[in-house]
T-cell receptor, first 112, second 116 residues
Framework: SQKIEQNSEALNIQEGKTATLTCNYT??????LQWYRQDPGRGPVFLLL?????KEKRKERLKVTFDTTLKQSLFHITASQPADSATYLC???????????FGRGTSLIVHP | GAVVSQHPSRVICKSGTSVKIECRSL??????MFWYRQFPKQSLMLMAT?????????EQGVEKDKFLINHASLTLSTLTVTSAHPEDSSFYIC????????????FGPGTRLLVL
């Protein structure tokens, strides 16, 4: 069956360090992979989209990699700040489909 | 960026009543809108996909007679929870997309439903 796995344990890091979150998937051939941020009691906010033929995408302090051989995406936040504390969701979308599927998300806590 | 609004943000109702949640795209035309439900510390679960002017496509296990979806215009979709029960209490979130697969989805702020 299709699975999207994100670490259910919260990631605790110190301010200024780089946070790295992982999204692994099985039995998918996603054409697109997206990362979202979700704060408690709020809807997700889009951060980055990466296509299957792209290895890496950057936006300010954010970087996403996409390895279709390993079936894995890594999401990095450099120079992390307490304001980056949130839950980060990855979502996969097969080619030709309008329907993305979301992982459970990983909580990031950045300590001052 | 594009904005999606939801109304109400929070609703408390008695068991057996119906609740309507509105989802609007404020500065773009949404050809496709999605409705999700999210339980605490769980992932977003897709309930249905709606395209303007056509019937919604419901995910397996979602009762279409209980969760009525209407996508009457390119900027408005509504979800009506009919005869709500306590187990329907959840966080309901809509999202909208204006074009093709792979384009960004914009999410609403969510509606917290509590059924007593």
């Amino acid at each position: 069956s299709q699975k999207i796995e994100q670490n259910s344990e919260a990631l605790n890091i110190q301010e200024g360090k780089t946070a790295t979150l992982t999204c692994n998937y099985t039995n998918y051939s996603p054409a697109y992979l997206q990362w979202y941020r979700q704060d408690p009691g709020r809807g997700p906010v889009f951060l980055l989209l990466i296509r299957e033929n792209e290895k890496e995408k950057r936006k300010e302090r954010l970087k996403v990699t996409f390895d279709t051989t390993l079936k894995q995406s890594l999401f990095h936040i450099t120079a992390s700040q307490p304001a980056d504390s949130a839950t980060y969701l990855c979502a996969l979308e097969p080619g030709g489909s309008y329907i993305p599927t979301f992982g459970r998300g990983t909580s990031l806590i950045v300590h001052p | 960026g594009a904005v999606v609004s939801q109304h109400p943000s929070r609703v408390i109702c008695k068991s057996g009543t119906s609740v309507k949640i509105e989802c609007r795209s404020l500065d773009f035309q949404a050809t496709t809108m999605f409705w999700y439900r999210q339980f605490p510390k769980q992932s977003l679960m897709l309930m249905a996909t709606s395209n303007e002017g056509s019937k919604a496509t419901y995910e397996q296990g979602v009762e279409k007679d209980k969760f009525l979806i209407n996508h009457a215009s390119l900027t408005l979709s509504t979800l009506t929870v009919t005869s709500a029960h306590p187990e329907d209490s959840s966080f309901y979130i809509c999202s909208a997309r204006d074009r093709d697969p792979g384009e960004t989805q914009y999410f609403g702020p969510g509606t917290r439903l509590l059924v007593l």
